[in-house]
C-alpha cells in the first residue's frame, strides 16, 4: 500500500492547460499528497521547479516522501495559497509560470491517514472529534463554531448548502442539542442531522453530506479564500503564465468561474451598468466552459465525480 490513496484529479487536463516546460517555475497551491506536483515535475522536463503549498503539515510530509526523488526541483512551504505572493517573495522570486488550485480535503485527510485520527471531515466516520481545519493550529473548528454561532449565523451557514425547511430543522435541532451539552464529534452531529432531515427520506445521506460542507466551508473560509486565492495566483503569475482551478461543488464552481470572467474584464456580477467602464483584463479564460472528468476517470476514482476544472493565461 503507497502511503497515500488521493489519486490526483484530472491528470491529463491538468497538465495540457498548465503545460509545463523546462526551467520554468510552478506553484502547486494546494499540494496534498504531491500527486499533480509529481506529474508536473515529470512533465516539464529538467531545471524546472515545483513550490508545493499546503495549510496542512501532515500533507506536506506526504508530498515530501512522494517528491523526495526530485531533490531540490520540490520546495514544499506550509502557507496557504491565498499568501503565494509572500512565499515568492521569501524565495526572492518574481513570477511564476504557472499554479494549480486543487479544492478541498484529499482523501487521506477524510480517512484520517495522515495523522492518524479523523478531523471530522466526513459524516461516514464513526466518532471523530469535530475539527474540519485543514490547519491543525487554527483555533476556528466545527466544534466552536457549533458552539459560539447565534441562531442566525447558523441559519446563514447551513443556509448555503440546504434549503430553507432544511435549515431551520438542523439549526432548531443544534441549538436543542448545545443546550444539554456541547457537539464535540461526528457521531453527536451526523446524530442530530439525521434527526432533522429524517423526513427527506432516501436523501438523508446526500442532505447530511451538504450540512457538512457548509460547516467546512466556514471552518476554512473556503469561498473567499478561493476568491483572494484566484486573485494572488493572478498577480503571481507572469504574462502568458497559467492558472488551472479545480473546483468540487457548485459554490466553488461558481467562485471560479464568475472571477476568472471578472479578471477577464466581464462585468462584475449581473447585471451589468450600462455605461460602466471596461475594466482591464488581466487573464484570458482558456476553457471553453468547465471542463468535467471522464467516464472512466470517474470509475477509476468516484472522488473526481464532482469535479470541474476551470483555466486562465495571464495577459
Ligand atoms: C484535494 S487536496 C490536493 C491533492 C493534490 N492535488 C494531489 O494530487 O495530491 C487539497 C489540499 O489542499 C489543502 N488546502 C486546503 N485549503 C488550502 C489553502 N487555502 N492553501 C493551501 N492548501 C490548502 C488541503 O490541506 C489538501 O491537502
Sequence with gaps: MTAHEHIPVMPEAVISYLAPRPGETYVDGTVGSGGHSELILQHSGPDSRVIGLDRDPAQLELAGARLAEFGDRAILVRSSYEDVLDVLSHLHLDSISGMLIDCGPSLDQLAGRTTGRGRGFSWRAEDEPLDMSYDPDQARTARSLLAELTERELLELFGQT???????????????????RPIETTGRLTGLLRRALAYKGPAVDRRISAAYLALRIVVNDELEGLARGIDAAVEALRPGGRLVILSFHGLEHRIARTRLRELEGGPI??????????????????????????EDEISANPAARSSRLHAAVRV
Design 269 to 294: 456580477g449581473p447585471p451589468r451598468l450600462i455605461g460602466a467602464p471596461e475594466r482591464e483584463a488581466k487573464v484570458k479564460v482558456t476553457t471553453p466552459g468547465p471542463l468535467f472528468p471522464s
Design 162 to 180: 440546504l434549503r430553507g425547511g432544511e435549515v431551520r430543522r438542523v439549526v432548531s435541532g443544534i441549538l436543542r442539542e448545545r443546550g444539554q
